[in-house]
């Protein structure tokens, strides 16, 4: 009855609507290969709630788990992001073993996992005691995927059945005896576990294998006498809860099978509100791709999952999915380059995936795909496990994990102000979202161009924009920040020092303030324009006729004007939160420093060879570039790129001290005297701002401030202010601004201790 | 020592420095001339703490008070907004009368002002007793300033005074002394109080005179025996304290000079903390300018004063201050076409007035000024007096001063939707400022063309940008509600109904989804573009090469596009405050209704005439055009400008329903059923927004909506919805918002009872 019913779907339905979910384990090991001694990393929060990131069986044994992603693509993704933000949390000497049989360990070394819950600690207990912990240690990847609710839908409109929570569960029911007809296919292609080192197993295969997990032998297999059938949905429950009570399993979850129902924690209500989605659980971990399992096998997975609905059912389940388990074993347990026992058997499935490309159109990716697997299928070298021997047959296959290992973890801390996947986004927010999955805050993107997030603990939801927009300013305040004068106004009422001046909407009126400034050092500007235009700056008094001129520049740019007292000495930008002062930085023009070797151009190629310094605002730090405005600076300084800088000799190559061209950034949070981080404060409390930008300008910092005597002027306030900068400077530590804002945003976790 | 001082001054010194306050008294009468016998108007809050509007001796006379400005322009403007406040709050048949000397009323009808302190009570009771009721109930204009803080500065440099405040001491106590050396020429050139009527006085001069107030005969004066001298300060100070101490004062404030010192309570304290700035009580009310004083008026008279500090100071004070207030006694009751007794005596005035305007380069506006003062010593009946005396000679004056009180108060009516003087403002602006002003909270403009306020009661300060952009609302989600799919996501996780639909990124995902809407009326539109590009509206299902084509358009203007069903029904805006719904309005396209008599061009001409209708968004609703697209249409459905339509044959002119092109609002709070209210203000509680906009389209009205079964879909969420459009309808009560935004900023405040 649910035979044919795809091929009745019109050509244009989206085949492909799904959701997924990715989970991986991966064993924590040390640099040297041996399993690491040490707790889950404390970076990683409280396992009591981190929807990400938990341990598995074991202590060392992480399980990154995805949250429902719209496409594999996506899936994908975030397991990207999820696993970076793993392999940045652990210890500095560990690694993440990239393989599903562990490297050589010892059973005292597997700590069960220290969890909170004293009934998980418990079955974990009860599982070592029954299988081993050794057994319990190999990891894999789990794909679950839940069929589009439009899709579903249009199934069910085209079915004779006149429940749908019917029609799911015999459409999932269907999947699973289909999936596990031809587990063998998949267990060829995308096995990935050839052998285990000594004493893991009492006895082992001679040879190399495709995979030791896939197999019943020598995998994760329950008891020789159980048998749940998968003929019907009633003859599982029923089968199931005869095994719970004889005792042959202690729980569901100890059901070993590939393929799981899942929506339930007990069968039985598989048949009231049915099956939500499936768990297929039989991938080993893939070596070569950095997440274990690599975006073509999520898309050949899915494609082969759909040909198996286009396939008929199959007549007698029990009888031939008996069958397929032992071409399974036999497959599994076969050497890495042999050959499938009967290629043919797979005919069915590339026939239902071509046919299923053509009549809803897939494009060629996928065709690429089949064409893929069918060459994998003529040619053993080209699966996974083919691959693999490749590599271990005159090597380690340890040696071979481990270096693997060291180069996804190199991979991962090689940018560490970047989230692996999601670079194209803001920095601060890239940091932010790396905060966030690290300490389990769920996290979602609600316009990824915008910068906009969605970050929520139980009921308690936070929107983030920007990485510091939130709801803890109130509307009104930003825009105060936004608006010059009237940022001017509070803070003068408020008593702090800003620069004396004045607004004017007439020039005649600007020109009579004249003789107020005609002894002083005055900048002219136009009030709203920001990109530096029609500003003049006369560091020393102007003649009146200069200063007309400036009026006048400055009128062309603006309706309004402000004529205020230049102020000498040295700008600090100072980052406030919720009333305290938590970074200082000092921005330097772009320069580089002689030493008596290098040329100029040679010693910006070495400063640019840091890591920090990239283009396009991708990075922290921009590359400095050597273009004319650069040269024509080092010229009127009496140096050209060739000049070779006497050591110690600093030469600028920038007036102005913008890190978008070239510029350098100092992290003075420790140096700055704590009297201008209280003041900087004052001024953000002043304004009513959590989050702040106060930028002061600092005539000589070893004088202390206070409002009585400021000895600093206050020249901007900025109300999203940058919080990568602080953090990866060019000098000084840096401080971590994004954890802050988290941890001020959800004060009721005491996620940072 | 004073003297000469300010010809030592760089002539770019800005010598108009100053701030400036004026204080307004004006009796409430009825339309028919009578004293109102109402009390205060409620309207106009509380009198406890009201900084603006005030009552002085008595219940009906109001008193306008002006916060403290920057100019004399900017002063004349708050008053000038005070009083359209004032006007606009009497009750409907009462107006202010524009004159200094009441218009006939008896003793029993003045009320002593009904106030909270017991104290305040009392004193008023006392003066009725000294001075009659009656007297009390002449009113004036107060003149307050201080001289800017750089130009005392500066003088204070050239002097040779070792004491800021002693040097400020001086130069204010030789202001009132020139002052009081020359009221007579201010008496001669500003007085307005030419007559009194029956039984205002015992004994009444028999010809008319220019200033009944001014002299000290009829106007305020104290006991003949009082005698302060002005000599110095430390003279004053020891006459006041003896007059206090003898009985002649009661309190310090009774004594009734044209000039008083302020800044301090007690005269005393003068010495020690220095006088702040001089009060100047000597202005009748000029009837023929709507605020009682003129911006010439309080121009000249700032001249004036410069022009006093420019000349030498009195020799012996005592003696030639007495023989100045003999001639103005002279001045102040001779006839108001009579000249001054010896013109010559104003010369050093005007001379000094000159010197100064050629020495600080003033420009001819000043020039201007002076020549007019000249003119109006040699010619009588340029002065207000001599200008009043053409209006009364041969009629009545009290007909004279209730007909200007009528169009004063006309004026304030007309426009009731503007603030006088802040018409360039945005309308919702200039109705908060207009209810701030009326409610006594404490109003300053940050920024006027960003419409930037900032409001306060006691220590509560508020900004308020755009009407009702606040500290109430977070950050975060007027940031949300600017991102079309953010807040479609939260609506939708929220549970509330939102045109079901897609974002694509690409072409070929967005064609694939046109089976999903291929029986659907659809919109295909860029996701960001907000004005109508690239926007397709499929009524009926579109075929796949015209959804094709759709899709192609709305790439064209945006990398992101959304496809959304199609929601038939009529759009209605909600205007929701802090979780409840206060106005519901329906827009609808420009149109008009014919009546078989006059033509489509003539029944806009009629529409137009509506005093609501204006041009550039000035008023609440746009003139109806008559240009091609209005013609276009016309001719559409069959008409022309000149067709006469039938009776009750409504023509729409414009597709589009925005006020702006002229369509018309239709207050439909009370018709809207209350479940939809609801909806929509939970909508706006799900988004987290105290303010939002709320637009639904709903099919029926008539049904119910519920969160189950809303019957309607939310197309848009707005953040700083427009409120005034709310107030001011084409049809429907209008509901007044801007009240409900400071009653809700200021819960602390009763102000609406």
Known sequence: MLNQLLQKLPQNTDILEATFGLEREGLRLTQEGTLAQTDHPKALGSRSFHPYIQTDFSEQQLELITPISQSTQEARRRLGAIFDVAQRSLEEDQVIWPLSIPPYIEEDQIQIAKLDKAEEVRYREQLAQTYGKKLQSISGIHYNIELGKNLTQNLFALSDQEDLKDFKNAIYMKLARQFLNYQWLVTYLFGASPLAEKDFYPQMPTELVRSLRASRRYGYSNHEELSISFSSLENYVKDMENALATGILSLEKEFYSPVRLRGSKHSRDYLSEGITYLEF?????????KLGISQKTLDSFHLFLLSLLWLDDLKDSDQELTKARQINEEVALAHPMSPLPDPELARPVLKAMTELIQHFGLDAYYQDLVADLELAIKEPERTISGHLFGKIANASLAAFGLDQAKTYHQEATQAPYALKGYESMELSTQMLMFDAIQKGLHLDILDENDQFLKIWHGDHVEYVKNGNMTSRDNYVVPLAMANKTVTKKILDQAGFPTPKGQEFASKDQAIRYFNQIADKAIVVKPKSTNFGLGISIFQK??????????????FAEDRDILVEEFIAGTEYRFFTLNGKCEAVLLRLPANVVGDGIHTVKEL???KNQNPLRGLDHRSPLEKIQLGD???????Q????PDSVLAKGVKVELRRNSNISTGGDSVDMTDEMDPSYKALAAQMADAMGAWVCGVDLIIPDPSQKASLEEPNCHCIELNFNPSMYMHTYCQEGPGQAITPKILQALFPELPIYP
Chains 1, 2 share one sequence.
Not at 281 to 289: A, K, T, V
Not at 637 to 640: D, S, V
């Open 281 to 289: 659980r039989n991938f080993d971990i893939n070596p070569f791709d």
């Open 541 to 554: 008094p102007a003649s009146q006729a200069d200063y007309e001129k400036a009026v006048e520049i400055a």
């Open 604 to 606: 910006i190629d070495l």
């Open 629 to 635: 405005i650069e040269k024509l600076m080092l010229a």
């Open 637 to 640: 300084e009496g140096y050209g």
